[in-house]
């Protein structure tokens, strides 16, 4: 558990409490309390995939030779090289800039969907009416993530943390803010 | 009348021609996707302004100069 007024950045940044930075519609006295990430074990895939890309070139370097000049060979290289980093940092851009954010004053969901379509939820703590948090099967509980479900009052958007770290963490966290 | 010879093409040439001409398209894509990836960054810089943040833009810049090496890889090169 975080002291209260000291920083904390666990889990490779994904559960980052009273962190230094600014977001966009910050207001000037808005304080930032908590910011979310999906947890790193969701990453998995990716960096698996990443993994079998990378594997997937260098066996066919042994079948190019049959086919492609050295030049071509060489520039088929570079290319795969350069995919495979691009693959990385889509992906990583995807983590790292797809968070939740508690503050003093509100609770925002900053959402990009394919890294180019961005989706901004923001609702006030006092609009808060429920927050529910879900942890369901092996690797959840293991790995202690889950998602948080923030109901809002009336025609007020609902925000959904899906994945995050420590979600009972994030409801008390939360609890506290709205005096519950 | 003569018949002129027409130029002949043997299978490595064809497959040279069309590989270059793949290798410019594909480059040429890359190159727009690093530049729409650039702007995207900025967008979520903005959005999100963290300590490090010029590091994104460092490597989105990389990956602009990797999409024009590239490019002139796919015209010289190959």
Same mark, same amino acid.
């Given at each position: 558990?975080?002291?209260?007024?000291?920083?904390?950045?666990?889990?490779?940044?994904?559960?980052?409490?009273? !962190?230094?930075?600014?977001?966009?519609?910050?207001?000037?006295?808005?304080?930032?309390?908590?910011? &979310? =990430?999906?947890? !790193?074990?969701?990453? &998995?895939?990716?960096?698996?995939?990443?993994?079998?890309?990378?594997? &997937?070139?260098?066996?066919?370097?042994?079948?190019? !030779?049959?086919?492609?000049?050295? =030049?071509?060979?060489?520039?088929?290289?570079?290319?795969?090289?350069?995919?495979?980093?691009?693959?990385?940092?889509?992906?990583?851009?995807?983590?790292?800039?797809?968070?939740?954010?508690?503050?003093?004053?509100?609770?925002?969901?900053?959402?990009?969907?394919?890294?180019?379509?961005?989706?901004?939820?923001?609702?006030?703590?006092?609009?808060?009416?429920?927050?529910?948090?879900?942890?369901?099967?092996?690797?959840?509980?293991?790995?202690?993530?889950?998602?948080?479900?923030?109901?809002?009052?009336?025609?007020?958007?609902?925000?959904?943390?899906?994945?995050? !770290?420590?979600?009972?963490?994030?409801? =008390?966290?939360?609890?506290? &803010?709205?005096?519950? | 009348?003569?018949?002129?010879?027409?130029?002949?093409?043997?299978?490595?040439?064809?497959?040279? @021609?069309?590989?270059? @001409?793949?290798?410019?398209?594909?480059?040429?894509?890359?190159?727009?996707?690093?530049? +729409? @990836?650039?702007?995207?960054?900025? +967008?979520?810089?903005?959005?999100?302004?963290?300590?490090?943040?010029?590091?994104?833009?460092?490597?989105?810049?990389?990956?602009?100069?990797?999409?024009?090496?590239?490019?002139?890889?796919?015209? +010289?090169? +190959?």
């Amino acid at each position: 558990m975080e002291n209260n007024n000291n920083q904390s950045h666990q889990l490779l940044h994904s559960y980052c409490f009273r !962190p230094i930075v600014r977001f966009e519609t910050q207001g000037v006295n808005e304080q930032v309390i908590l910011i &979310l =990430r999906a947890h !790193p074990i969701t990453q &998995l895939q990716w960096v698996i995939n990443t993994f079998i890309i990378i594997i &997937l070139l260098v066996v066919l370097n042994y079948i190019f !030779p049959s086919f492609f000049s050295l =030049r071509q060979i060489i520039y088929i290289n570079i290319f795969g090289v350069a995919f495979i980093l691009s693959y990385i940092w889509f992906n990583f851009l995807s983590w790292f800039f797809n968070v939740g954010i508690i503050t003093s004053e509100r609770i925002i969901d900053v959402d990009f969907h394919n890294v180019i379509y961005k989706e901004v939820t923001a609702t006030k703590l006092d609009k808060v009416e429920d927050v529910t948090s879900k942890t369901g099967g092996y690797f959840q509980s293991f790995f202690d993530y889950g998602n948080v479900f923030i109901q809002t009052a009336g025609t007020e958007a609902n925000i959904e943390f899906m994945n995050v !770290p420590k979600p009972s963490d994030v409801s =008390r966290v939360i609890h506290d &803010l709205i005096g519950g | 009348m003569e018949i002129q010879n027409l130029p002949t093409f043997n299978t490595q040439e064809i497959i040279a @021609i069309v590989f270059k @001409i793949l290798a410019i398209i594909f480059s040429a894509f890359y190159l727009i996707y690093a530049f +729409v @990836i650039s702007k995207q960054t900025e +967008v979520m810089n903005k959005a999100l302004e963290a300590k490090n943040n010029s590091v994104f833009f460092i490597i989105s810049s990389a990956q602009i100069t990797i999409g024009l090496i590239l490019i002139i890889l796919a015209i +010289v090169l +190959v």
